[in-house]
């Protein structure tokens, strides 16, 4: 039986999971939640792997001074720091996948992201890391802005809480934009892309 070819060419985007967020001595309310998502992550690598599709490691690195630390938000995965680097845990293979430390909340901003993936001919994004509210949700907001398709991955991403992160979930699950944009686990992704 020959298998069917993917409609789309699809990227995975690994966003923000990095040291700082799963330090013991510094635990945060997401960590728990976070790292319930490396088995779903770490699947989906190897699939992609098997596929020689893109993985792409997307990391907070920020500094000291910028401007986003100048409300409640204190500072953290700085540049250069072993902070700002990808957790332990997940399956990042440094000689074929991309890392790409980012200054901001969007993989996109200011990274030069969106030509990385329209030279290797991408067209869908699928996202995954913390958190669902922000970082999560803007590189969604993003992508689509830059004319990807967008599966947010719900059991590959996490926010503070399960309501929370939850709460976006169900605000996007049923959009205009489907479907371009669209919710759904990590295990409806050969079917997303067989559509």
């Not at 913390?130 to 992508?143: E, K, P, Q, R």
């Not at 169900?170 to 934009?177: F, H, Q």
């Amino acid at each position: 039986m020959e298998q069917r070819q993917p409609k789309d060419k699809p990227a995975l985007l690994v966003i923000d999971l990095v040291k700082d967020n799963f330090n013991p001595d510094h635990p945060l309310p997401i960590t728990p939640l976070a790292q319930k998502t490396f088995a779903p992550i770490n699947d989906l690598c190897k699939m992609f792997r098997e596929h020689g599709w893109p993985i792409v490691f997307s990391t907070d690195a920020f500094h000291e001074d910028d401007f986003i630390f100048k409300g409640r938000m204190k500072p953290h995965s700085l540049a250069g720091t072993p902070g700002a680097e990808i957790a332990d845990g997940l399956d990042y293979r440094p000689e074929t996948d991309i890392w790409q430390p980012k200054p901001r909340f969007s993989a996109f901003f200011g990274t030069g992201l969106e030509k990385i993936l329209h030279d290797q001919g991408i067209t869908l994004c699928a996202i995954a890391g913390i958190s669902t509210n922000f970082c999560i949700l803007a590189t969604v907001m993003d992508a689509i802005c830059h004319d990807f398709k967008v599966v947010l991955l719900e059991d590959c991403t996490a926010a503070f809480s399960e309501s929370m992160h939850e709460s976006v979930l169900g605000i996007y699950r049923r959009n205009p934009l489907y479907p371009l944009f669209r919710v759904a686990p990590s295990t409806e992704m050969k079917e997303i892309l067989q559509a």
